[in-house]
């Protein structure tokens, strides 16, 4: 619109209060700048006799404050572009080294070097170690650690800043152990230059480019190393929790009658960007995201993950409704739900539900917030993965050879919550048939440690658990049932008992690993038990296998258990009874509660069914009473 309608007439007047409303919307369509609006309402201010002169400075005071939101939205637009172009080819990598591989190979375009790689601190030691590289050309690059202080990783770990060189061998400044040195000088690094990677004020590692040539590296390039730096630091806390970042910025310039509206819409989504993005950069939890949003958006929030469970919930107090509310002469919704996705993968859905109609723009806002909400969910897996690695990685310490440092394994254990002091533990050597890889039943006892305060790890071809508890064979139990649930397949579990050390293991581990390899020779797959629970029979046959065991129990009492299931007699109950009371036929009718006579029936059959009285000889009744052990070793605990 920039007809002559819209133009003061050349007395200085500003014309008609339709010529003034329409040259604030050209100057608002036209992006022009704000000081047009400021003349326009100074002519209108100081002119006589302006027809509603009140309106016409309101109006110019309203396209005043939604030009100054469109700047600020341009501003914020820009910002988020140039994030997503130095993000765009990050997000798509799944793991953690290949995320840092591309961050390498990145800044080695860029900067046009030789050889880029990326450096962790050790958090035990505090030394560097190598993590990634591009452009190597031998192996010893790839492996040096330096100490804090010593040469240019040292250095800027050390002391938190920039440090590049011309000639690193030949630099007085730099303390460089011989190792490194020469690995360097193998390598053939001449210049170099490395920037810290920080978390806050920590230092956790420094990015590092080099060449094989002397090289003076500027300001500029020294500026762009640190911004991948800083980045690089972000992806490595926030591994894959980007893969679901897009720009989400929506057209908001549409000028219409209702200036009010139009300012609504931009607060409200200025409002969302300003309390959603310190979220993730905070690292918020779910709950803390959910009452975000309910404060938001003025009403109830829930977050559901693929099978409908609530992750995170927050009742909000009820809103006001703004001017876009139900404007469109039809019943508005008052609930939205929509997907929560990182790329291809769906992690759920958010759904805010209120009593006041749900605008457009508010269902954008939404939209933003579930992209938030991908972002928070990756970041909670990705730390609980890492949890699962710390878990393992401290339980097969404590499983190795030689005696761990008791306040080593303190410190880490009370990091993890767990192997709290006084708190009796319960060690499970476990496994599954051949038919499910050992990994998945690794998996599944890292999920029931992490619910339990526990550990979990794979030693020795088995799945082993530390788990808090005073009762082994009930925990063994435990184990086995919840694990051969999640795996489809029976799980057998033998445990040890409990004792208030975490520290040394190796005793609770040959027991538990004893009482599985008893339950796998007794054919008791599936079920769970202690060494004491196996009695004494169990012990002795810890080298038979499942056959020989069933062998000796067919030989010896086979016939009674055919007779009984044939006839459905009760010979081997009577038999049972005449040995617990001593071989003595009364004490027997009285635990059968039965006649004597009776009893006297009964063995007088067996006599029959086994060929002769020999059964009751002391060679012939040790033989019966040990295969009457074996037969109540091989019977499962929950029969």
């Given at each position: 619109m920039t007809g002559s309608a819209a133009r003061p007439d050349r007395t200085g007047r500003p014309g008609t209060p339709a010529d003034?409303?329409?040259?604030?919307?050209?100057?608002?369509?036209?992006?022009?700048?704000?000081?047009?609006?400021?003349?326009?309402?100074?002519?209108?201010?100081?002119?006589?006799?302006?027809?509603?002169?009140?309106?016409?400075?309101?109006?110019?005071?309203?396209?005043?404050?939604?030009?100054?939101?469109?700047?600020?939205?341009?501003?914020?637009?820009?910002?988020?572009?140039?994030?997503?172009?130095?993000?765009?080819?990050?997000?798509?990598?799944?793991?953690?080294?290949?995320?840092?591989?591309?961050?390498?190979?990145?800044?080695?375009?860029?900067?046009?070097?030789?050889?880029?790689?990326?450096?962790?601190?050790?958090?035990?030691?505090?030394?560097?170690?190598?993590?990634?590289?591009?452009?190597?050309?031998?192996?010893?690059?790839?492996?040096?650690?330096?100490?804090?202080?010593m040469g240019i990783g040292g250095r800027v770990i050390e002391t938190g800043q920039a440090v590049a060189t011309a000639d690193y061998l030949a630099d007085p400044r730099l303390t460089l152990s011989p190792a490194v040195a020469a690995a360097v000088r193998e390598e053939g690094i001449v210049g170099i230059v490395g920037v810290p990677m920080r978390l806050?004020?920590?230092?956790?590692?420094?990015?590092?480019?080099?060449?094989?040539r002397r090289r003076t590296f500027d300001q500029a390039e020294i500026a762009l190393l640190s911004s991948l730096a800083d980045h690089a630091s972000v992806v490595m806390e926030n591994a894959r929790l980007f893969a679901g970042m897009r720009a989400s910025t929506r057209e908001l310039r549409e000028v219409n009658s209702r200036l009010s509206e139009q300012r609504h819409v931009l607060e409200r989504a200025s409002a969302a960007h300003e309390q959603l993005m310190p979220l993730v950069l905070t690292r918020a939890d779910l709950v803390q995201f959910a009452e975000t949003v309910s404060r938001l958006l003025g009403g109830s929030v829930e977050l559901l993950d693929t099978d409908a469970r609530v992750l995170a919930a927050a009742a909000g107090p009820r809103p006001v409704p703004g001017p876009a509310d139900g404007e469109d002469g039809g019943p508005a919704p008052r609930s939205a739900v929509v997907r929560v996705r990182a790329g291809k993968e769906t992690f759920g859905s958010l759904r805010l539900t209120r009593a006041t109609p749900i605008s457009e723009a508010e269902t954008r806002t939404l939209e933003r917030a579930a992209q938030t909400a991908?972002?928070?969910?990756?970041?909670?897996?990705?730390?609980?993965?890492?949890?699962?690695?710390?878990?393992?990685?401290?339980?097969?310490?404590?499983?190795?050879?030689?005696?761990?440092?008791?306040?080593?394994?303190?410190?880490?254990?009370?990091?993890?919550?767990?192997?709290?002091?006084?708190?009796?533990?319960?060690?499970?050597?476990?496994?599954?048939?051949?038919?499910?890889?050992?990994?998945?039943?690794?998996?599944?006892?890292?999920?029931?440690?992490?619910?339990?305060?526990?550990?979990?790890?794979?030693?020795?071809?088995?799945?082993?658990?530390?788990?808090?508890?005073?009762?082994?064979?009930?925990?063994?139990?435990?184990?086995?049932?919840?694990l051969g649930r999640a795996v489809g397949v029976a799980v057998t579990a033998g445990a040890s008992?409990?004792?208030?050390?975490?520290?040394?293991?190796?005793?609770?581990?040959?027991?538990?690993?004893?009482?599985?390899?008893?339950?796998?020779?007794?054919?008791?797959?599936?079920?769970?038990?202690?060494?004491?629970?196996?009695?004494?029979?169990?012990?002795?046959?810890?080298?038979?296998?499942?056959?020989?065991?069933?062998?000796?129990?067919?030989?010896?009492?086979?016939?009674?258990?055919?007779?009984?299931?044939?006839?459905?007699a009760a010979l081997f109950g009577t038999v049972e009874a005449y040995f617990a009371s001593g071989q003595s036929p009364p004490e027997a009718a009285r635990r059968l509660r039965v006649h004597v006579n009776t009893v006297y029936q009964r063995l007088e059959r067996v006599d029959r069914v086994l060929g002769g009285t020999g059964w009751r000889e002391p060679q012939g009744a040790l033989e019966v009473q040990m295969a009457l052990q074996l037969y109540r070793a091989t019977v499962r605990s929950d029969r």
């Open positions: 003034v409303l329409t040259r604030l919307l050209d100057v608002l369509a036209d992006e022009r700048p704000v000081a047009e609006i400021d003349a326009l309402a100074t002519r209108v201010r100081n002119a006589p006799d302006v027809p509603d002169r009140h309106v016409l400075l309101t109006a110019a005071e309203d396209a005043r404050r939604i030009r100054h939101l469109l700047a600020q939205r341009e501003r914020r637009e820009a910002e988020m572009q140039a994030l997503y172009e130095t993000a765009r080819d990050l997000t798509s990598l799944r793991d953690v080294d290949g995320t840092l591989h591309a961050i390498v190979d990145r800044v080695r375009r860029l900067l046009r070097a030789d050889l880029t790689y990326i450096a962790l601190v050790d958090e035990e030691t505090g030394d560097a170690y190598m993590r990634v590289t591009s452009g190597a050309r031998t192996a010893p690059i790839e492996t040096v650690r330096q100490r804090p202080g806050g004020s920590r230092v956790i590692g420094a990015l590092f480019a080099a060449d094989r991908a972002l928070l969910v990756l970041m909670e897996r990705q730390t609980a993965l890492l949890e699962e690695e710390l878990r393992a990685e401290l339980l097969d310490d404590l499983l190795a050879d030689g005696t761990p440092d008791p306040d080593v394994v303190h410190r880490r254990a009370e990091r993890l919550g767990v192997l709290r002091p006084g708190e009796p533990q319960v060690l499970v050597v476990c496994s599954a048939g051949t038919e499910v890889p050992l990994s998945s039943v690794l998996a599944a006892a890292a999920g029931l440690a992490g619910r339990s305060r526990g550990l979990a790890s794979e030693h020795g071809g088995s799945v082993v658990l530390l788990l808090p508890g005073t009762d082994g064979g009930s925990t063994a139990r435990t184990v086995a049932a919840e008992g409990s004792a208030e050390t975490g520290t040394d293991l190796h005793p609770l581990h040959r027991e538990a690993a004893r009482s599985h390899r008893l339950l796998l020779a007794l054919g008791r797959e599936g079920d769970g038990a202690t060494l004491q629970e196996l009695g004494i029979v169990g012990q002795l046959l810890e080298g038979a296998n499942p056959g020989q065991v069933q062998g000796v129990v067919d030989r010896v009492l086979g016939p009674l258990l055919a007779y009984d299931a044939e006839n459905s």
